[in-house]
């Protein structure tokens, strides 16, 4: 075992170690720093091994055999580190290990457009060329795994897509190790050497390949997310929609009750004058059948909010579902009217469909609204439910409407909570699910100074 080949195996490693931890240390599970060091050694050690199997074996089968057994490793030791599930992280190490191969492909092309032969064994101009390549290559290959491959991993709608796309990772690697590895050392059995643009143009095509995927991978996510916000502004249009139309209701009464009001009061004098008090209780009891008995329920200032209150009230009353509203807002709410009703619209959507799913009578949804001051804003919705809670590996909730896709609606709530510095807390013991939010509309400066740069 040489310095060149020490140097070489190093080369291949460090790199993707450097930049599973940049993008992934906020996954680490705990505790991170024995977690660390033993995963940084597990994967030098099977690097080393995997370099000296792959000298001794001369067929191309066997060196992608070999290949696979090593990304496997590199799998496990990934998901014993984070957060993520087998296949997400089957991926994840499925790409980094072809950036270094790649890298370490290239190099040797490029030692030998310069030399005109291919090193038989490791050497120290290879070490060079290496380093100097993943110096240029390290900056773009972070940037995609931070603006691309991670937003893909974690707000990923439906986990399902991770059983397939592993294919596409397996499928170059087959190619790369059984073909375009085995023809690169070859490049004298082409005339005029035309094989030599072949290996940057598999690099190029790899990679766009993973691009185009995972941007698409996001894309859907997205339109996802859009679909559930419009889902909620239809809700919350239909809402002060029926409001409107109760308050026209209620005005259009009144209005009418008030043209009838002095044919009341000539009656009710001309029983008094006739001293027949029987017959004025039963005229006052028979007019106040008349008034509507449809009020308009006001359980805060903003319109929006109480709009959504009251539809999902009415929607709960017409399903037979108990619910009850406990909202105390004596200050202002320190967020918006729109991100409010995306809280409460998504929790009490979630809530009535639990309990419609329920077979038991024993239903309940409980709303609970509070200032804790006249900057944060405490909210607590509970209800009952029949079933299993259902999480994803990486301990997010799984929608009970569709298999393995992930709860946008409860994603999307947590989500606004983050952005004002709140507190989340989820519970479902005993068939309740309860989630209590805290959130804090004090200025922070450093959410503020994020804000404005994204902005």
């Not at 994967?43 to 066997?62: E, K, N, R």
């Not at 009710?268 to 009891?285: C, F, H, P």
């Not at 024993?362 to 909210?379: G, P």
Request: proline content about 4%.
């Amino acid at each position: 075992m040489t310095f060149a080949y020490i140097i070489n195996n190093l080369l291949f490693v460090i790199p993707c170690i450097l930049l599973l931890f940049l993008v992934f240390k906020d996954q680490l599970k705990t505790p991170v720093l024995p977690l660390i060091l033993a995963g940084i050694s597990l994967f030098i050690a099977a690097s080393f091994w995997g370099a000296y199997i792959y000298l001794v074996l001369g067929s191309p089968l066997q060196r992608f055999v070999l290949s696979m057994i090593s990304t496997f490793v590199g799998v496990f030791i990934f998901v014993g580190l984070c957060r993520y599930s087998f296949l997400q992280g089957f991926f994840i190490i499925a790409v980094v290990k072809s950036y270094s191969e790649n890298i370490r492909c290239l190099s040797s092309h490029i030692y030998y457009l310069f030399t005109d032969e291919l090193p038989v064994h490791a050497i120290l101009e290879i070490s060079c060329i290496t380093t100097l390549l993943t110096i240029l290559t390290f900056p773009f290959i972070l940037l995609f795994y931070k603006m691309i491959m991670r937003p893909a991993l974690d707000y990923t709608v439906s986990l399902s897509v991770w059983k397939f796309i592993w294919v596409i990772p397996v499928c170059n690697n087959a190619i790369f190790t059984m073909i375009i590895t085995t023809d690169v050392s070859h490049y004298t059995l082409y005339p005029g050497n035309e094989f030599s643009l072949i290996p940057p143009l598999w690099i190029l095509l790899t990679f766009a390949t993973y691009v185009i995927l995972l941007k698409m991978v996001v894309d859907v996510s997205q339109n996802a997310q859009l679909l559930e916000n419009l889902h909620l502004s239809e809700t919350q249009i239909a809402a002060q929609q029926k409001q409107m139309e109760l308050l026209q209701h209620n005005i259009q009464e009144t209005s009418r009750f008030r043209h009838d009001m002095r044919h009341h009061f000539l009656a009710i004098e001309g029983y008094i004058n006739d001293g027949e008090l029987e017959g004025l209780r039963s005229y006052i009891r028979q007019s106040m059948l008349l008034f509507p008995a449809q009020t308009v329920h006001f359980y805060c200032n903003s319109v929006a909010v109480n709009s959504l209150l009251c539809y999902y009230e009415e929607q709960a009353e017409s399903e037979e579902l108990p619910l009850s509203l406990d909202i105390s807002l004596e200050h202002t709410p320190p967020i918006s009217d729109t991100e409010l009703c995306i809280i409460l619209g998504n929790l009490l959507e979630n809530a009535i469909e639990a309990c419609n799913r329920m077979k038991s009578q024993e239903r309940f949804i409980k709303v609970k609204l509070s200032m804790a001051s006249t900057s944060i804003l405490v909210v607590q919705i509970s209800n009952s439910y029949e079933g299993v809670i259902r999480l994803a590996p990486d301990g997010t909730f799984l929608s009970s409407k569709l298999k393995d896709r992930k709860g946008i609606g409860l994603a999307s709530v947590l989500s606004t909570t983050d952005k004002y510095n709140g507190i989340a807390r989820i519970e479902y013991p005993d068939h309740i699910f309860k989630v209590s939010l805290l959130l804090n509309g004090k200025d922070d400066p450093f959410r503020k100074t994020s804000e404005d740069r994204t902005s």
